[in-house]
């Protein structure tokens, strides 16, 4: 079937450590984004890739960094720099047309301890 | 930033009530897109509505733009249980096509 696949699930990180998210798709979609969500709010838009070896910040980039080697992975690391990491984070991917719908993942849960 | 907003913020009705939920948003927009997330689960795309159109139905749900007036509704018909979940309204502009989320609203469907 195809889908996204993001892990792990459920996250836990020290204070100062980096973490990395995995992101995986098989759709064949060109564009790939992360998004951050905190309790009862919307989405925010992390880093987004439209092509392979091409990415750009999104509304809140700061504490993040991405890789886009490959079209069916973008991967996403929460640095130390990052100051309140904990939230619930999102991977999708569309093909960017004029309408632009997004398949996301189930998840990346990320709790700092 | 937060392109669009949604309203109410909470939403209780019994099964086979209707819900209604709106979405304001402050700039022009290519598309407005409406999503449904299960707690603790990633977002599906439920309903596209083009800046050129007015109304659109899918099932058991209708969404209506109004572009004079910045803003959307999404009505969901004879409801269920199942329809408990949080809906977010997206706005797509620009170029690059982002997408832009609102706040979602959580409707509970009692049985």
């Known amino acids: 079937d195809g889908g996204i696949t993001q892990s792990p699930k459920y996250l836990f990180r020290k204070e100062g450590q980096n973490v990395t998210l995995s992101c995986e798709q098989n759709l064949n979609h060109d564009a790939m984004y992360w998004y951050r969500q905190d309790p009862g709010q919307g989405l925010r838009l992390i880093y987004y890739s439209q092509i392979v070896n091409d990415f750009q910040k999104g509304d809140i980039a700061e504490g993040y960094s991405v890789s886009r080697e490959k079209k069916e992975s973008f991967p996403l690391t929460v640095t130390s720099a990052q100051k309140n990491p904990t939230a619930f984070y999102l991977c999708?991917?569309?093909?960017?047309?004029?309408?632009?719908?997004?398949?996301f993942g189930a998840g990346s849960r990320l709790t700092v301890l | 930033s937060q392109q669009g907003e949604e309203d109410p913020q909470a939403l209780s009705i019994q099964e086979g009530e209707n819900a209604t939920m709106n979405c304001s948003y402050k700039?022009?927009?290519?598309?407005l897109q409406w999503y449904r997330q299960n707690s603790g689960r990633g977002l599906v795309h439920l309903i596209l509505i083009r800046s050129n159109e007015r109304e659109k139905h899918s099932g058991r749900l209708r969404v209506t733009l109004d572009t004079s007036k910045k803003s959307s509704s999404l009505l969901i018909t004879a409801s269920r249980a199942a329809d408990t979940a949080s809906y977010f309204c997206a706005t797509v502009k620009g170029s690059a096509r982002q997408l832009t989320f609102g706040s979602g609203t959580q409707l509970t469907v009692l049985p």
């Open positions: 700039t022009s927009i290519n598309n």
């Open positions: 999708a991917s569309s093909f960017p047309g004029e309408h632009n719908v997004l398949t």
